[in-house]
């Protein structure tokens, strides 16, 4: 069973900055490509940032040059570094990953999410 469990959430003034972690566990053969969505009130889930296994990362138009996303694959573990907040960041952030369960097999499962919320 894998499990994703997402911390670091919480409520910032605009300007501010959160750190969200998310920790991957499981009997996997490998945790490939990591993510991290967002789905705001009313809203639908959108995606933020992802990085490959490699490091190599993405991110969004919205949230460029404000969020970076990283990850220590010996810990299991993908971060969210979210600098210069805006009230329109608010949203429950949920972590993602394709799991490879075994070669040729592969399963996308997601965390429970974790509420941010941007003061104006």
């Known amino acids: 069973q894998v499990q994703l469990v997402e911390s670091g959430g919480g409520l910032v003034q605009a300007g501010g900055s959160l750190r969200l972690s998310c920790v991957a566990s499981?009997?996997?053969?490998?945790?490939?490509?990591m993510a991290w969505y967002r789905q705001a009130q009313g809203k639908q889930r959108e995606l933020v940032a992802t990085?490959?296994?490699?490091?190599?990362?993405n991110y969004a138009d919205s949230v460029k040059g404000r969020f970076t996303i990283s990850r220590d694959n010996a810990k299991n573990t993908v971060y969210l570094q979210m600098n210069s907040l805006k009230p329109e960041d608010t949203a429950i952030y949920y972590c993602?990953?394709?799991?490879?369960?075994?070669?040729?097999?592969?399963?996308?499962?997601w965390g429970q999410g974790t509420q941010v919320t941007v003061s104006s």
């Open positions: 499981g009997s996997v053969f490998s945790f490939d490509a």
């Open positions: 993602n990953t394709d799991a490879r369960l075994r070669i040729g097999v592969s399963y996308t499962y």
């Open positions: 990085i490959t296994r490699g490091g190599s990362p």
